[in-house]
């Protein structure tokens, strides 16, 4: 049982390198979603998708695309990442329905921009 | 918009006593729910505990319950017999109807021997 798997887990960047965060669930979720946690901010969403093909701007998306091309995989870029992007990363996954649904997330992705 | 409030940056409890961690929030929405998330230092995402807004009936799971107040908008989480397995960091969080998940800041709980 995968459940959500994000890769990869730790990540040193230099300024204006490019990366992605793959994120991939095996659960046939529709929702996915990414969030990025800072200490004192708590967790704010950066990208979110209710299906495939679909996706939207959450809190946070400067500096970060999202394509869902298939249900499975959801990946977040880094265009040119900046120091201020250093952070962990979560993907989340959501059965589709009404809301209150139990939310899947990833171990997440500690990510350092020097 | 929706917005998530928690007051309590760092709480500290003596193992086996009572501690209440305190969450606000602020909606428009009539049907929603609530969640308390548990981050422990490994930074895994753990669901304590979820209520649905439309229940009146306050959520328990075990030693943890809430107390949740709808006209207040308040959510607070009481955990009982605390042990130092609960040392970690407690989140409070709102789905509506669009399914986005909005956390508060976060409370770090010590349970000390």
């Known amino acids: 049982n995968a459940g959500v798997t994000q890769t990869p887990k730790f990540q040193v960047l230099k300024t204006g390198q490019s990366m992605t965060l793959q994120c991939a669930q095996d659960m046939n979720h529709e929702y996915m979603s990414w969030y990025r946690q800072d200490p004192g901010m708590g967790l704010r969403l950066i990208h979110y998708?209710?299906?495939?093909?679909?996706?939207d701007q959450g809190e946070v998306p400067n500096g970060y695309n999202v394509s869902r091309s298939t249900t499975e995989d959801f990946p977040l870029r880094l265009l040119s990442a900046a120091p201020s992007q250093t952070s962990v990363y979560f993907c989340?996954?959501?059965?589709?329905?009404?809301?209150?649904?139990?939310?899947?997330f990833g171990e997440g992705s500690w990510l350092t921009v020097v | 918009a929706q917005t998530v409030t928690q007051s309590q940056p760092e709480m500290s409890v003596q193992e086996a006593e009572t501690v209440t961690l305190s969450c606000t929030y602020d909606t428009s929405e009539s049907d929603y729910y609530l969640f308390w998330y548990k981050q422990p230092p490994s930074r895994q995402m753990i669901l304590v505990i979820r209520q649905e807004a439309y229940k009146q009936q306050n959520a328990t799971e075990n030693r943890f319950s809430v107390n949740f107040q709808k006209a207040a908008k308040s959510f607070s989480l009481k955990i009982s017999d605390s042990q130092l397995g609960d040392a970690a960091m407690y989140f409070c969080?709102?789905?509506?109807?669009?399914?986005?998940?909005?956390f508060g800041t976060g409370t770090l709980l010590a349970v000390q021997p």
């Open positions: 969080a709102y789905s509506g109807a669009t399914n986005k998940l909005i």
């Open positions: 998708s209710v299906g495939a093909g679909i996706t």
């Open positions: 989340a996954s959501i059965p589709s329905g009404a809301s209150g649904n139990t939310i899947y």
